[in-house]
């Protein structure tokens, strides 16, 4: 299967703490990006980091990628109620425009 | 509000209706996707259209019909699903399509119960 899988599915922490999520795939890439999804609503994309890339920040977001492990990390530091979602991992193909999507990690930040 | 609408939020319909599922976006873009999200499953791509011309059908059943008229519409007609078929289904568009690194616009999905 061609499908990423995500760990921990889900999270539970306090506000102020950091939360870290694991993707990891099996094929060649060209990219990995994250997206968040708010209960029952569509996704919204966090940030891309390409497979020549090591390390990427935004705000308070920082995605690693090992191409060599075939796994990427996604830490969103001082955590707030209103980052409480499903994250997902999808990765690009080396060809072509299709995404592949992992399970999600469920994500809830306590106030 | 990413830009992509879709239309009903919410149906339920029985397993000999037919209905369709209308999506649109604002933001100008080439490439429109049609997604199922299951329960507990990962997203799976159903139909991708570019400039409208259908350029993947991830082998989904003919009990699911999409259809592009023009770059800013694509709609899913649905006839003779079945219980299963209940799932969220989302609608993205991106610039052109040409590669994975254009990013999705997703829009807020239709809750479908198939009864």
């Known amino acids: 299967s061609q499908q990423g899988e995500e760990d921990p599915q889900a999270l539970s922490i306090q506000e102020g703490e950091n939360a870290t999520m694991n993707c990891s795939y099996k094929?060649?890439?060209?990219?990995l990006q994250w997206y968040r999804q708010n209960s029952g609503r569509g996704l919204v994309h966090l940030i891309l980091?390409?497979?020549?890339?090591r390390e990427k920040h935004s705000g308070r977001l920082r995605v690693t990628l090992d191409t060599s492990k075939k796994s990427s990390s996604l830490l969103i530091t001082a955590s707030r109620a209103a980052d409480t979602a499903s994250y997902f991992c999808?990765?690009?193909?080396?060809?072509?425009?299709?995404?592949?999507f992992g399970a999600g990690t469920i994500l809830r930040v306590k106030s | 509000e990413t830009g992509v609408t879709q239309t009903p939020r919410h149906l339920v319909m029985g397993m000999t209706n037919k209905k369709s599922l209308k999506c649109e976006q604002h933001?100008?873009?080439?490439?429109m996707y049609w997604y199922k999200q299951s329960a507990k499953k990962p997203l799976e791509l159903m139909f991708v259209?570019?400039?409208?011309?259908?350029?993947e059908n991830n082998s989904v059943p003919s009990r699911f019909s999409p259809e592009c008229p023009n770059s800013s519409h694509l709609f899913l007609h649905l006839h003779t699903l079945q219980p299963e078929d209940s799932a969220l289904y989302l609608c993205?568009?991106?610039?052109?399509?040409?590669?994975?690194?254009?990013?999705?616009?997703f829009g807020p999905g239709t809750r479908l119960t198939v009864l």
């Open positions: 993205a568009s991106s610039q052109d399509g040409a590669s994975s690194t254009d990013t999705q616009y």
């Open positions: 094929t060649s890439i060209n990219n």
């Open positions: 980091i390409r497979s020549n890339e």
């Open positions: 999808a990765f690009g193909m080396e060809y072509g425009n299709k995404l592949v």
């Open positions: 933001l100008g873009h080439n490439a």
């Open positions: 259209y570019n400039f409208k011309e259908q350029t």
